[in-house]
């Protein structure tokens, strides 16, 4: 395996044709970078239409996706807004509140490494077990998403081991729409946004309701999110807000199938499943403050939320239906922290506190209602995570800047375990110390149609759930270390063409998954690729935009116990992932949309034996037409009827692997009034 030296020499073959194709056509380049500074190619990758800046200044692969490539979506499940990112892949479960995850390049999406971090509005979204709640939103309400994949972002710690992902939700003024939709599968929707100023007060208001039957026989599913934004401006310098969102989701779900019954019949629910489903509510409250004391500048965010979960699943015919509960409260603050020291040099720093209290319960189950006197889990844990970080950027000259930061995380708790006559067995968690984590972004300004980026830096990862606590020796285990670095550039081949290609690789020790369906450290683990962007504007009435990224992973040394997956892929995770998007600009009022996405096959184990599934080409179609009162969309959502599944390996060793069909063709019909 010899990715990294295979990515390199492509890179150095496409940076070379780039070169020599810009030293031709621009000859210019250095006077234009001397009189249009503010110009300057970046390595971020705009998806759509944004505006508004990053929220950091980080070197490698930074996309942000604006609000007219979001509102016109229709889903069930928030992550498939980010289909059109590169690197990211999406597991759809379709098993009710457990409905589908996002995996960043190189770490799958099964929840068993959860390796991303979640923040919507500046505050993180992760449950403790790591998965995202994303669904206490609508897509109406959404401004723009930024993700970072990567390990040099030194402000966030818990969950941030391949990257984070942004979600920003809209500050509009003076702006009112509702959207009614209506689709397959009996699908009916609504959504209203309504944003305002009044004198020194910014307010916005949004909801969303959608109900439908689903895909599959089962998969019925009722969601309903509401939201407020309250800010005010102190003084020029000063403002504080106040933002509440509550949601709730509640599904059916339609269990898994066989091989032969999902290729026989996908639509289907099998007899086992006809209790499953459940339900999930989140209740969200976050205090905001923004000031400046001098050149001093802070951003301050303080928050409490809970996140309730039960399900009822019975994964195969074999198995016996199971009652799942989680209730979990979070409370906790982050300050970030600006100081220039002088105008090319700047100080970052910052402090981040959170407080998680923890109850996860199962219950042996006969047509959901428990049997409470067969509890097969009362577990109670808390879990403080205490972070800090300080950084410096540097700005030497025209061409060259760099940053250089440290970060430290610190995690606390305890656990209780309840046998079931009511017998407390408590355990202290590991103490890791502080957890140390260095990292580096380099910019280089070839010209103002070329930039080479550079990174490197460290994350962690905790063992979650029971694992992270011990009754005996609290110094026998550490976290994972996750080392990473991306190499790459990003060109402007002529005004309608910017292109961005790295190399990337990211290793780790102890890795914390699922082998054989036991929690344990798969080992040392290596992951590495390539990734391509695009952005092409061939005439005025049409923008293109595409990507593809390359993943290979390989378990380098699993220890003594499983010595013969030496050298094997990591499960679940996609060979590749690529996207395209045509957006075309017919009339004033007629804008149409083509997005293909697809995917590499995944071994379903990490023995690689059993076959490889998940590969799949999904393309999708909409058109708005614009009226004096609003808007009109309809959307074509897997226009060639392409099926597409998530596949688990129960046993690990390829002989029972249980299987969920994705949606087929389907369409919607909506209309926006602009009130």
Same mark, same amino acid.
């Given at each position: 395996?010899?990715?990294?030296?295979?990515?390199?020499?492509?890179?150095?073959?496409?940076?070379? &044709? +780039?070169?020599?194709?810009?030293?031709?056509?621009?000859?210019?380049?250095?006077?234009?970078?001397?009189?249009?500074?503010?110009?300057?190619?970046?390595?971020?990758?705009?998806?759509?239409?944004?505006?508004?800046?990053?929220?950091?200044?980080?070197?490698?692969?930074?996309?942000?996706?604006?609000? =007219?490539?979001?509102?016109?979506?229709?889903?069930?499940?928030?992550?498939?807004?980010?289909?059109?990112?590169?690197?990211?892949?999406?597991?759809?479960?379709?098993?009710?509140?457990?409905?589908?995850?996002?995996?960043?390049?190189?770490?799958?999406?099964?929840?068993?490494?959860?390796?991303?971090?979640?923040?919507?509005?500046?505050?993180?979204?992760?449950?403790?077990?790591?998965?995202?709640?994303?669904?206490?939103?609508?897509?109406?309400?959404?401004?723009?998403?930024?993700? #970072?994949?990567?390990?040099?972002?030194?402000?966030?710690?818990?969950? *941030?081991?391949?990257?984070?992902?942004?979600?920003?939700?809209?500050?509009?003024?003076?702006?009112?729409?509702?959207?009614?939709?209506?689709?397959? #599968? =009996?699908?009916?929707?609504?959504?209203?946004?309504?944003?305002?100023?009044?004198?020194?007060?910014?307010?916005?208001?949004?909801?969303?309701?959608?109900?439908?039957?689903?895909?599959?026989?089962?998969?019925?599913?009722?969601?309903?999110?509401?939201?407020?934004?309250?800010?005010?401006?102190?003084?020029?310098?000063?403002?504080? /807000?106040?933002?509440?969102?509550?949601?709730?989701?509640? +599904?059916? +779900?339609?269990?898994?199938?066989?091989?032969?019954?999902?290729?026989?019949?996908?639509?289907?629910?099998?007899?086992?499943? *006809?209790?499953?489903?459940?339900?999930?509510?989140?209740?969200?409250? @976050?205090?905001?403050?923004?000031?400046?004391?001098?050149?001093?500048?802070?951003?301050?965010? +303080?928050?409490?939320?809970?996140?309730?979960?039960?399900?009822?699943?019975?994964?195969?015919?074999?198995? $016996?239906?199971?009652?799942?509960? %989680?209730?979990?409260?979070?409370?906790?603050?982050?300050?970030?922290?600006?100081?220039?020291?002088? @105008?090319?040099?700047?100080? *970052?720093?910052?402090?981040?506190?959170?407080?998680?209290?923890?109850?996860?319960?199962?219950?042996?189950?006969?047509?959901?209602?428990?049997?409470?006197?067969?509890?097969?889990?009362?577990?109670?844990?808390?879990?403080?995570?205490?972070?800090?970080?300080?950084?410096? %950027?540097?700005?030497?000259?025209?061409?060259?800047?760099?940053?250089?930061?440290?970060?430290?995380?610190?995690? %606390?708790?305890?656990?209780?375990?309840?046998?079931?006559?009511?017998?407390?067995?408590?355990?202290?968690?590991?103490?890791?110390?502080?957890?140390?984590?260095?990292?580096?972004?380099?910019?280089?300004?070839?010209?103002?149609?070329?930039?080479?980026?550079?990174?490197?830096?460290?994350?962690?990862?905790?063992?979650?759930?029971?694992?992270?606590?011990?009754?005996?020796?609290?110094?026998?285990?550490?976290?994972?270390?996750?080392?990473?670095?991306?190499?790459?550039?990003?060109?402007?081949?002529?005004?309608?063409?910017?292109?961005?290609?790295?190399?990337?690789?990211?290793?780790?020790?102890?890795?914390?998954?699922?082998?054989?369906?036991?929690?344990?450290?798969?080992?040392?683990?290596?992951?590495?690729?390539?990734?391509?962007?695009?952005?092409?504007?061939?005439?005025?009435?049409?923008?293109?935009?595409?990507?593809?990224?390359?993943?290979?992973?390989?378990?380098?040394?699993?220890? $003594?116990?499983?010595?013969?997956?030496?050298? *094997?892929?990591?499960?679940?995770?996609?060979?590749?992932?690529?996207?395209?998007?045509?957006? &075309?600009?017919?009339?004033?009022?007629?804008?149409?949309?083509?997005?293909?996405?697809?995917?590499?096959?995944?071994?379903?184990?990490?023995?690689?034996?059993?076959?490889?599934?998940? /590969?799949?080409?999904?393309?999708?179609?909409?058109?708005?037409?614009?009226?004096?009162?609003?808007?009109?969309?309809?959307?074509?959502?897997?226009?060639?009827?392409?099926?597409?599944?998530?596949?688990?390996?129960?046993?690990?060793? /390829?002989?029972?692997?249980?299987?969920?069909?994705?949606?087929?063709?389907?369409?919607?019909?909506?209309?926006?009034?602009?009130?």
């Amino acid at each position: 395996m010899n990715v990294p030296f295979r990515s390199l020499s492509y890179l150095s073959v496409c940076l070379f &044709a +780039a070169y020599s194709s810009l030293a031709t056509a621009n000859q210019d380049s250095e006077t234009k970078q001397d009189s249009n500074k503010n110009n300057d190619i970046e390595n971020i990758v705009v998806i759509g239409k944004h505006t508004g800046a990053p929220t950091a200044n980080l070197a490698g692969s930074y996309e942000i996706i604006g609000r =007219d490539q979001i509102d016109y979506l229709k889903v069930d499940d928030n992550v498939e807004l980010f289909t059109k990112i590169p690197g990211v892949s999406i597991s759809r479960y379709n098993q009710g509140p457990v409905n589908a995850d996002i995996s960043i390049r190189g770490f799958d999406g099964d929840g068993v490494s959860p390796h991303a971090k979640l923040l919507i509005d500046g505050v993180p979204a992760n449950r403790h077990n790591g998965f995202g709640e994303l669904d206490q939103m609508f897509a109406l309400n959404i401004d723009s998403i930024q993700v #970072f994949k990567g390990t040099s972002d030194v402000r966030y710690g818990l969950f *941030n081991i391949a990257g984070n992902y942004q979600v920003f939700s809209r500050s509009d003024e003076d702006t009112t729409e509702l959207e009614i939709t209506a689709g397959s #599968f =009996d699908t009916k929707e609504i959504q209203g946004f309504s944003g305002h100023k009044t004198g020194k007060l910014s307010h916005a208001y949004a909801f969303g309701y959608r109900d439908t039957e689903g895909y599959r026989d089962n998969t019925d599913l009722e969601r309903f999110a509401v939201s407020g934004k309250w800010f005010y401006e102190l003084s020029d310098e000063t403002s504080v /807000g106040y933002i509440l969102r509550s949601s709730s989701f509640d +599904a059916d +779900a339609p269990g898994y199938q066989s091989l032969a019954e999902s290729r026989a019949n996908p639509r289907a629910s099998g007899e086992h499943a *006809n209790q499953d489903g459940g339900e999930k509510n989140t209740l969200h409250h @976050s205090v905001h403050l923004t000031t400046a004391f001098d050149e001093l500048s802070v951003n301050a965010r +303080a928050y409490y939320q809970t996140f309730e979960v039960e399900r009822w699943v019975r994964f195969s015919e074999a198995s $016996s239906l199971s009652n799942r509960y %989680e209730d979990q409260e979070q409370v906790g603050f982050l300050v970030d922290a600006q100081y220039p020291i002088t @105008s090319d040099l700047t100080l *970052n720093t910052g402090l981040s506190y959170q407080s998680e209290d923890i109850l996860s319960q199962r219950f042996a189950a006969i047509g959901q209602a428990r049997q409470r006197g067969d509890v097969t889990r009362h577990q109670e844990n808390t879990l403080d995570t205490t972070g800090i970080y300080a950084s410096i %950027e540097h700005k030497y000259n025209d061409q060259f800047e760099w940053n250089l930061g440290l970060r430290a995380d610190k995690l %606390e708790g305890d656990f209780t375990s309840v046998s079931t006559d009511g017998t407390r067995t408590g355990r202290d968690i590991y103490d890791f110390g502080w957890i140390v984590q260095p990292k580096l972004n380099l910019f280089y300004q070839a010209s103002s149609d070329m930039q080479f980026f550079f990174n490197f830096g460290e994350s962690f990862q905790h063992p979650f759930g029971s694992s992270l606590y011990t009754a005996g020796d609290v110094n026998a285990r550490d976290v994972s270390r996750n080392v990473g670095w991306e190499l790459g550039t990003a060109l402007s081949l002529n005004k309608e063409t910017n292109l961005r290609l790295s190399t990337w690789r990211q290793t780790a020790e102890d890795e914390f998954v699922v082998i054989d369906g036991d929690a344990q450290n798969v080992g040392e683990t290596l992951r590495e690729g390539f990734e391509v962007a695009v952005s092409w504007t061939p005439i005025d009435m049409i923008d293109v935009w595409a990507n593809y990224s390359s993943v290979d992973t390989e378990i380098v040394n699993s220890g $003594s116990s499983n010595v013969d997956m030496i050298g *094997n892929e990591l499960r679940s995770i996609p060979s590749y992932t690529t996207s395209v998007g045509i957006d &075309a600009f017919v009339t004033e009022a007629i804008t149409a949309r083509l997005h293909v996405d697809a995917q590499g096959d995944y071994f379903v184990n990490e023995a690689n034996v059993g076959g490889e599934f998940g /590969g799949y080409t999904i393309t999708s179609l909409s058109v708005d037409y614009k009226l004096d009162w609003g808007t009109l969309n309809l959307g074509l959502n897997n226009l060639f009827d392409e099926y597409h599944e998530y596949v688990y390996d129960l046993t690990m060793d /390829g002989s029972d692997t249980i299987h969920s069909a994705g949606d087929g063709r389907n369409y919607s019909v909506s209309v926006r009034f602009e009130l």
